[in-house]
């Protein structure tokens, strides 16, 4: 089955650059992508790549993938405290729009 | 344009209880699906629903079943209510089957 495997906890000071990372199993996924959660609310979409993609750039937002590695990052510039947040990566299959997540990755940003 | 909106916003039940939960998905979108997502953990796939009816579904037994309405809102319920169905439980909207998935706040539900 699909497993998507984050790392638990990124801490960074103000300004700094911030690197999420993830991976997945499922070599058939479409979509990946990246959903923000800020304490006691929902899901937020920040981004997301097909998977025939290698680089997406929004704003401050740069998503690579390695799709040979099934390895995502996000990468979040300038990184400001109202970043702070939990990070969740995601994929779905082809055909199908449901989700699989990651456990998340909880960012910590220091003035 | 009002995003996906979810009630209640926070549910306490007992063991042994049923639970009905409600999310209007955003405008002009047709497809609703259900997650939860348990403390500290990401979320997990229930059930999606188009047209009215179920279309995907999750690992979850039949104590959870749902429904869709011909204005696209969607009901969730869960029976015979357990202490691990303690969680967050959101709703996402989508278009179609578009990839693009909106979330709502979510409804949290405590089970004692």
């Known amino acids: 089955g699909e497993d998507v495997e984050q790392s638990l906890f990124l801490s960074v000071r103000e300004g700094d650059s911030s690197v999420i990372n993830c991976t997945y199993t499922d070599s058939s996924s479409t979509y990946l992508y990246w959903y923000k959660q800020e304490p006691g609310a929902g899901l937020q979409l920040l981004t997301y790549i097909f998977s025939n993609m290698d680089m997406k750039q929004d704003q401050r937002l740069t998503v690579l993938l390695n799709k040979k590695d099934k390895h995502l990052s996000l990468r979040i510039a300038d990184t400001q405290t109202g970043d702070s947040a939990i990070y969740f990566c995601a994929e779905s299959e082809p055909g199908y729009s449901t989700l699989t997540f990651g456990k998340g990755t909880m960012l910590l940003v220091s003035p | 344009d009002a995003g996906v909106t979810q009630s209640p916003t926070h549910l306490i039940k007992t063991r042994g209880q049923q639970v009905t939960l409600r999310c209007s998905p955003k405008s002009g979108h047709d497809t609703v699906s259900w997650y939860q997502q348990a403390l500290g953990q990401g979320p997990q796939f229930i059930f999606q629903?188009?047209?009215?009816?179920?279309?995907q579904r999750g690992n979850f037994p039949d104590r959870f079943s749902g429904h869709q309405f011909p204005n696209y809102s969607s009901e969730l319920n869960v029976n015979a209510l357990l202490l691990g169905d303690s969680a967050l439980y959101l709703c996402?909207?989508?278009?179609?089957?578009?990839?693009?998935?909106?979330f709502g706040p979510g409804t949290r539900l405590t089970v004692t």
């Open positions: 629903y188009y047209e009215e009816e179920e279309r």
């Open positions: 996402a909207s989508s278009p179609g089957n578009e990839y693009e998935q909106y």
